[in-house]
Structure formats: C-alpha cells, structure tokens
C-alpha cells in the first residue's frame, strides 16, 4: 500500500463565537452531546420510534394536530421550496406578500415552478398591511394560495399571522405560511389560527445546528396536493413520496436517508424547548428583547422598525452615520466573539440585525452584546 | 409563566449497533466529537476557511480539479436531484441506463424535469454493458447527457465508469455518474476517466452521518448550465446561485444556511481518509470483501452478481430457499447488535445486502457478521 497521501491535516477547532445574528443562535451543549451519539440506521426501529416521537413534539411546537408534519431533511430553504412545489401547479396564482429578503424569495421560487405571481407590497421595515392582502384577495378570486413570512429576518419585522391566515380563509384561499424565525420564539397557532401549510428551520428559536427544516400540511393543503394534474415537480420533495418514510404506522418505505444524527439533536432541542414551556419562551423573548431595545436605544441606536410591529428575536437597528459597519463587526468577532448580522439588499450597510433566538435569548446575551457594542461604538 | 407543558421527556439514547446494511456505516468516534463542537455561524470567516478546506479534500477525493466541487445541504438525493436540475432543461433527451433502484430513480427525477429519457435496460445485478450504451449513443445523437450509476447499492454491482464516461465523450455527450456508494471505496478518477458531472452520500465510504452529498461539475458541464435557455426549476437547488456561497474568495454571499456541524463532521471524516491514503482505502475494500465473500460462500450463501462485476463494499447475497428473512434480520439486530439491509423491488425477501463501507470496512467487521450470520442461519 502507498503511504499516506495528506499527513497529519489538521482537525478543525471552531472559535468559541456568541451568536446573535440572524441564525444559526447558541446550541446547548445537550442538544451538540445529542448529536454525537453513534449513528444507527434510518430504517432501525428505534428510530422508526425517534422519528414518531419528533413528530408529535413538532406538532405541539406549530400547535396542530396534522398528520402530515415531519421535518424536511434540508435546511430552512429547502423546506420553504418544498412546501411551494408542493402546492403550486404550472398556471395556478399566487398572492405573495412582499416585505423583505424571504417574500423576494417566496416570489423567486414561485416563479421558477411555473406559478403567476400576484405581489402585495409592503416597505421593508413593516409588516404586511392587512388591508392590501385583503384587496388583492378580492381582485384575484382565482389565487390559490396566500403566501407571506411570519417573521421576517432580513428587517425584524413580525406580521399578523392570525388576521392574515383568516383572510386567506375567508376567501377560500390556502395560506402558506413561512415561519423560519418565529417557531419558539413568537406566538404562533397553526390550527387555532386556521394556518394550511407552514415550513420552519432548526437554527433560530429552536436553537440547533442549521439542516433540517420542519413543515406542516393541514388537511386543505393536502387536498390540494393530492387533486394535482401534474406531478411535483422535485422527486426529492415531493410529500406523497417522503411520507411513505415519515408516516404512520411501523412499516416504512425508503425514500432518501434521513440525516440520523440532525435528528437526534432536533429531538433534544424540542425536549429542552418543552421542558421550559413554550409558552415561557415566547414570554421570555418578548422580555429580553425588551430589555435589549432600552439598552440600544441608550446607546443611540434606533430600530428600523416601529414599535408594534417588531419581531423580539431580530432586532434591526440603524447605524449611526459615518461608521464603516464593516470594521465594527469585525471588531465585535475579533475582540468580543460575537456575531451579529449585517443588513440585506438595500438595507446592506446601513443596519445591524442582532439576534434573540432559542439559547441565545438570555439576559447574559444582552449584557454582553449592550456591552461590546458600547465598546466598539466608542472606537 | 406557565408550569411547564411536558416535565420530564425521556432524552434519546440510540442502541450500539454495528453498521454493515446500505449505509449509513459506522462513523468513527473523531467524526462524532467534530460534530459536537460549538455551531458558529455560516459566514464567519473561520467558517469560510472551513468550506476551503472541505473544497479541497472533496476535489483530491473525486481526484478533480473542478471549481464546482462542494458539498449540497442535502442527502444523497438531494445532490441527485441538484445534478439533474441544473444539467437538463425541458426537451432535453437524456440516456439513462438503469440497472438497480438507483438508475429507475434517475429515470424518475429526469420525467419529472420534462426531459425525455432513454433507458439502456439492464438486469439487477448486473454491471452496465458498454455495447448497450454504445449502441444507444449511436442511435440518439440528440442526447446531450448519458447518466449512470458507478456503485448500484440495491443489488452490488460496479459499472466500467471509465469506459461509459470515454463512450460518452466520443459521441459528445455529457457523462453524469452516480459515485454514492463507490466515493472513497472504489477507484475512481474524475478528470482521467473524463467525468463530467458527479454526485455523492458522505454515509456510505465517508463514513459520516448522512445528510450532505458532494458534488462536482466539470467545464463542460459548467458550460451546459450556462447556455441554459430556461432558469433551473429549482432555487434551492441552482449551482449557479448556489457557487456564490460555496465559491471562490474571501466574499461569499448568503444563498441558504449550510448545516455548519454536518460540514465540521465531513471535515474530520475526510481528514481520516486522506491519513489512510484514498488508494489504501480502495484496497482495504477490496480485501476485506475477498475475505466477506470467502465467508458468505463457505456458509452456503451466493452472490447475486457474477465474479468480476461485484461491488466490494455492497454484497448481496441470495437466500437460502425457505428462511423468514425479516425474522433473521431481526434477530441480528436484536441478539448481535448488526444491521444489514434487506433486498429492494424485484428482490425483496430474495437477497440480503452487507454493507463493508468506510469505517464498517475492518477485519473486525467481516469476523463478527461472519459469526452473526452463521448462528441464527443455523437456527
């Protein structure tokens, strides 16, 4: 045999980092020891048993009882794809509502899956105008879905998922709702709320490793899935397929591997999430978020978007005048290890966005980052 | 606050098995540490030098020099699906050879993208015949890609990659090769053989968990999806906006969240190999299956594929006339802690599939399934 090709390639130790940027936030140590166990097979039965328990832990996470909820073995943007190209046909219409980085996004895929897209506009910074979406339910009777973001982390702006969700009703619309941001952290209630399909990802309010991403078809949206002339135009997405491996019962049939490991650590952030209560989280973001906003403002910092309408979790803040946000950021990396986000698209350079999410919602985390920024905004 | 709404909710803890089905295979204690390492974020310049290495070791594994090498945040078929989405437009005519599960899988993804498929038929458990292929190629000089399978793991059977990737290049033909179960396991030369375009798992000859599936796309490939006249269905799945995160330079921009510890574990996985030495590893498969296979035989047991065409790291095996296999599976699990898998389609309940892929690859492996097998075949 040859000798080694690489010798003695180094491991990778990652710097120890806070991390209250926009996602990934803080994982618990129980969550990493989680997804260190050994690898078993995705077929075993007892992670046939895992995988039901995971479920039933999703569903008292969206609040509903469907059947059809599982997490979709991709990060957020492949489980926000899934749930569109399970939806749409070529042809069908769709309202989405636009108001920042995820809405551009939700049009972007619509389009690619053959949809006519009607777009409902609203300021990146503010939420969705209820009375727009209503208008553009009542000009285009024939939409088939109403798509808009919960919460939206490129501004920080939190939507009103309950009025919007009942318009879409009212019109015998289905609503598709993309709740990355807001799953554990923000009050959200699939079946009171009469939501139809919904998609989340692991790496915010949850708080583990980005990967997976969790989704939820109520029994519309499934009725719109299976009355399809056309197949889904993903294999790797399509629902009809991967629930013969997530669905009921004992026996289930290959579809692709599951990522094993991901899964045991979605299931001890779920425990740990349930432990608390998620009740208690929602409270405790909207508290520690409250506490950061006073901290900020004190320091001359102003939010992007009006009180109101602010999502606790991600804080867009406007950067003084002058300052090469840039450099700062580095600063807060270099010297405090901490991350925040940088603004998007035309907000790019000219605000912050400061996380909240899941672990990283604690008072130490606004202590720490009130402090750093304090540091750095002095020079 | 609330009480909390679940106390107590029992933590995970996976049985001890020995991983010698399909995949996922044992993953070595190192690649699990890796992946328990703190989360940092996605863009942090640590993180970055990351994606370089992991580019690297990817590139010397496929032996390529292509730009396009990385990592899709996804398993197995989701690089699948990723290949076929950015390579065919609707019209295009494609030439599938199909073999095994795995090539009626690729006929499927190809329908779905409104391509039409030709299919080069051949037996499960058998390897590609070249003059089939050729014959094809002749017949359809329209076809713009020729797709198959190096490593069929639902029957064990190894392809000439090297021949059907010259065959494809003398008719100008795109050549896009499953190497799932054949990357780190097999020999195979990307740039030599004159492969275009590549997918693979990390759970089978990488030995990590599942969930990511390397892929490359040489400059004809590239050259393909830039002619595209149609954009690719898919958002989550386009290399061309994919390559602004996983490019080249300090600047990457954000497409969608890569699972950070995942990649931290492929690292590591990959690391290991290239200690080994990928030829040394090529032989270790090969002599540790001459030693399976000495085994099998001597306790009555047959393979499905002829001598010569035989997968070392997948060998499927004919049962014995009369046995319950699913209760014989069981009990391997259950009384020695081994998993195997169990036969696909037309061979379910027909033949077994052992698995010596990766870490599952040691002499230690080959003594105890040898062992397993014969105590509950005796009864």
């Not at 995988?51 to 957020?76: A, E, H």
């Not at 450099?327 to 405090?336: A, D």
């Not at 909240?356 to 920024?373: K, N, P």
Request: net charge negative.
């Amino acid at each position: 045999m040859n000798a080694p090709v690489t010798p003695g390639l180094p491991a990778f130790v990652p710097p120890r980092r806070v991390l209250m940027g926009p996602g990934p936030s803080d994982v618990h140590p129980r969550v990493l020891a989680a997804m260190a166990q050994p690898t078993i097979g995705h077929l075993d039965p007892a992670f046939i048993g895992l995988m039901d328990t995971i479920k039933g832990l999703l569903q008292q996470t969206f609040r509903t009882s469907n059947t059809l909820t599982m997490p979709i073995s991709g990060p957020g943007s492949a489980g926000m794809e899934a749930c569109f190209a399970n939806l749409l046909e070529p042809g069908d219409t769709i309202i989405v509502c636009d108001n920042g980085v995820f809405g551009g996004r939700m049009r972007a895929m619509s389009e690619r899956l053959g949809a006519k897209v009607i777009t409902v506009q609203d300021p990146w910074g503010r939420a969705v105008d209820p009375q727009k979406v209503e208008d553009a339910l009542k000009a285009h009777p024939e939409a088939s879905v109403l798509a808009f973001v919960h919460a939206e982390t490129s501004t920080g702006a939190l939507s009103d998922a309950r009025t919007l969700a009942e318009l879409a009703r009212s019109h015998h619309t289905l609503s598709l709702v993309d709740a990355v941001t807001s799953l554990g952290g923000s009050q959200l209630e699939m079946d009171a709320w009469g939501i139809d399909a919904i998609y989340s990802g692991t790496q915010k309010c949850l708080s583990c490793p980005p990967g997976l991403s969790p989704v939820s078809f109520g029994p519309r949206a499934v009725e719109k899935l299976r009355a399809r002339s056309t197949p889904v135009r993903s294999w790797f997405m399509d629902f009809g397929l991967v629930i013969n491996y997530w669905g009921e019962g004992a026996k289930r049939a290959y579809h692709h591997t599951a990522p094993v490991n991901a899964l045991y650590g979605l299931h001890e952030a779920l425990v740990l999430l349930h432990e608390e209560g998620l009740e208690c989280s929602w409270a405790r973001h909207r508290d520690h978020h409250l506490s950061l906003a006073r901290g900020l403002e004190a320091l001359g910092l102003s939010y992007l978007v009006p009180e109101g309408e602010r999502l606790p979790q991600l804080n867009a803040v406007r950067l003084p005048a002058g300052v090469d946000e840039e450099r700062l950021r580095r600063r807060l990396l270099e010297e405090h290890d901490l991350e925040i986000g940088a603004g998007l698209g035309e907000y790019a350079g000219r605000i912050w966005r400061i996380g909240l999410m899941g672990q990283s919602c604690t008072s130490r985390h606004v202590a720490l980052c009130l402090d750093a920024l304090g540091k750095v905004l002095q020079r």
